[in-house]
Nanobody, 122 residues
Framework: QVQLVESGGGLVQAGGSLRLSCEAS????????MEWFRQSPGKEREFVAA????????YTAVSLKGRFTLSRDNAKNMVYLQMNSLQPEDTAVYYC???????????????WGQGTQVTVSS
């Protein structure tokens, strides 16, 4: 059974940084993408970043490039989202996700984590 467990969320002041972690377990797929999405109250869930199964290619939402960086440690089955220069508009629940075929497409996601709250105060 695939499990995705996020951690690292919390409250931070504007301009600060957070690193979210996602620990993945229970999968045996040979190819897949690990991703992060976020959802703010009253808004649709949106794509944040993705990384391929080898960990050598990342994709980041255009609006977040330069501030958000995705990486992974395959030995630990961990994916990390480094978020810098956080702004109040980054406040959201951040979800880790696994897609067996592609990236950045909500309908294609096969597995979701439970989410972790990130709150940025002004």
């Amino acid at each position: 059974q695939v499990q995705l467990v996020e951690s690292g969320g919390g409250l931070v002041q504007a301009g600060g940084s957070l690193r979210l972690s996602c620990e993945a377990s229970g999968y045996t797929f040979s190819t897949y993408y690990m991703e992060w999405f976020r959802q703010s109250p009253g808004k649709e869930r949106e794509f944040v970043a993705a990384i391929n199964w080898r960990g050598d290619t990342t994709y980041t939402a255009v609006s977040l490039k330069g501030r958000f960086t995705l990486s992974r440690d395959n030995a630990k089955n961990m994916v990390y989202l480094q978020m810098n220069s956080l702004q109040p508009e980054d406040t959201a629940v951040y979800y880790c996700a696994l897609d067996k075929t592609t990236w950045g497409r909500l309908p294609s996601i096969n597995y979701w984590g439970q989410g972790t709250q990130v709150t940025v105060s002004s």
